[in-house]
């Protein structure tokens, strides 16, 4: 069984730009979320999506957004590009949203802004 | 809101040394407590989860923890390290109230096992 796939790997942007990354979630699960790694925060969750609909945000910025689509696949997107935005995105996953499910991550995607 | 404390940051040991990682968490209420490990180049993986009933969990690899409910404390053990334990080790929790998918993660301890 597959986990959860992420792409880009890895990708370099300028200040200013955005970026789309997307997540391929386990087969059969329903839930992605979203966390943000930096050396400096750690892991911070971003968002949560089940059935195409956001079910918690965590405190950042509005030029965070995500989407999900009907078939599980996730997005998330950052416009307006910072240099503090240069992090690791995992993507996570699960069956469902009810607290005894387990999330898996992926191995995430490398975002460095310039 | 619900934190997490890891109050050690970097361990060093030497292989077959026995392991105890500290986690607290601040929470007044029932939590579900997880520790992750992420291996070198690899993506966060689970070790072990506490949910309810026994208070000493077994996970993977050797990992277990206890749940100490009177000292919001989980945390992770292991009898004897490998070298292949050489990992950062998160540990996170999540409330009842709130969603599977809403961790809240603790800053990570870097574990190196030296030969």
């Known amino acids: 069984k597959a986990g959860v796939t992420q792409t880009p790997r890895y990708l370099i942007k300028t200040r200013g730009q955005q970026v789309t990354l997307s997540c391929s979630p386990i087969?059969?699960?329903?839930?992605v979320s979203w966390y943000q790694q930096t050396p400096g925060q750690g892991l911070q969750f971003l968002f949560e999506?089940?059935?195409?609909?956001?079910?918690n945000k965590g405190n950042f910025p509005g030029r965070f957004s995500g989407r999900q689509f009907s078939n599980s696949r996730s997005e998330m997107n950052v416009s307006t590009l910072e240099l503090g935005d240069s992090a690791l995105y995992l993507c996570?996953?699960?069956?469902?949203?009810?607290?005894?499910?387990?999330?898996?991550f992926g191995e995430g995607s490398w975002l460095t802004v310039v | 809101a619900q934190s997490v404390s890891q109050h050690n940051h970097h361990v060093i040991l030497s292989e077959a040394a026995s392991l105890e990682l500290g986690c607290n968490y601040s929470?007044?209420?029932?939590?579900?407590l997880f520790w992750y490990v992420q291996y070198p180049g690899q993506h966060l993986q689970l070790l072990l989860k506490?949910?309810?009933?026994?208070?000493l969990v077994k996970g993977i690899k050797g990992f277990e923890a206890e749940f100490i409910k009177s000292k919001f404390s989980f945390n992770l053990r292991k009898p004897s390290v490998q070298w292949s334990d050489t990992a950062e080790y998160f540990c996170?929790?999540?409330?009842?109230?709130?969603?599977?998918?809403?961790?809240?993660f603790g800053t990570g301890t870097r574990l190196q096992v030296t030969l």
């Open positions: 929470y007044g209420g029932t939590v579900n």
């Open positions: 087969s059969g699960h329903r839930s």
């Open positions: 996170a929790v999540n409330t009842n109230t709130g969603t599977a998918s809403k961790l809240t």
């Open positions: 506490y949910f309810s009933g026994d208070p």
């Open positions: 996570a996953s699960s069956l469902g949203t009810g607290v005894g499910n387990t999330i898996y």
């Open positions: 999506y089940f059935s195409e609909t956001q079910r």
